[in-house]
């Protein structure tokens, strides 16, 4: 079975362009979550969706959006890029939410790595 | 708050030796923990968690943690390092309660170098 997949892999993009993250969730997953990983930090908690729904939000600024669509496939949306948004970009994926939550592995992509000039 | 605390940004250990990562937690509810290893330009892969039940706790490669509530500590151990251990290891807590509910709180990284 296929993992997490995350595109691109690589990205470069100028201050105050917009970029789209994709990712798509192994196969029967149905929650997926975002999480940006600074260089030299742990991963910080961007969002998380379920069902199409917004479930959970990080401290991040209104820049930052995202989407699931009914495929659980998610994209991860950042304007006005700024250079501190330079980052890699990881994608989790578990079976799901509610009382099943706190014993639903995260199964994390290898990422992508956004870098802003 | 929850939160997790790791001590030493870096550890060095020779081939064979002990390896031993610290992690402390913060959490006024029981926590449940995760120790998670990163390769490099890799994703994060599952070593091991906690969530009830036995406080020792076995993982993949070789790697255990002991979970001790007195000590609010959770470290990684494995007994014999090998060259194939070297990596970034994140010890990180899942949040249960609030709007970030059901997702991980991180530490920030302990990269383990292991010299022949």
């Known amino acids: 079975d296929a993992g997490v997949t995350q595109s691109p892999t690589h990205l470069i993009k100028t201050r105050g362009q917009q970029v789209t993250l994709r990712c798509s969730p192994i196969?029967?997953?149905?929650?997926v979550s975002w999480y940006q990983q600074v260089l030299g930090q742990g991963p910080q908690f961007i969002f998380q969706y379920y069902e199409k729904e917004e479930r959970g939000r990080g401290n991040f600024p209104d820049r930052f959006s995202a989407r699931q669509f009914p495929n659980y496939s998610s994209e991860l949306n950042v304007n006005a890029l700024l250079l501190g948004d330079s980052a890699l970009y990881l994608c989790?994926?578990?079976?799901?939410?509610?009382?099943?939550?706190?014993?639903?592995?995260?199964?994390f992509g290898q990422g992508t790595r956004l870098t802003v000039v | 708050a929850q939160s997790v605390t790791q001590l030493g940004s870096h550890v060095s250990v020779s081939e064979g030796a002990l390896v031993l990562l610290r992690c402390n937690y913060s959490?006024?509810?029981?926590?449940?923990l995760f120790w998670y290893v990163q390769y490099p330009n890799q994703g994060l892969q599952l070593l091991l968690k906690?969530?009830?039940?036995?406080?020792l706790v076995k993982g993949i490669n070789g790697f255990e943690a002991e979970f001790k509530k007195s000590e609010t500590s959770f470290h990684l151990t494995k007994p014999s390092a090998h060259m194939s251990d070297a990596a970034e290891y994140f010890c990180a807590v899942r949040v249960n309660y609030g709007g970030s509910q059901g997702n991980l709180i991180f530490g920030k990284g302990t990269k383990l170098s292991v010299k022949p």
């Open positions: 906690y969530t009830t039940g036995a406080t």
């Open positions: 959490s006024s509810v029981p926590p449940y």
């Open positions: 196969s029967g997953h149905k929650s």
């Open positions: 989790a994926s578990s079976l799901g939410t509610g009382r099943l939550r706190w014993n639903t592995e995260a199964f």
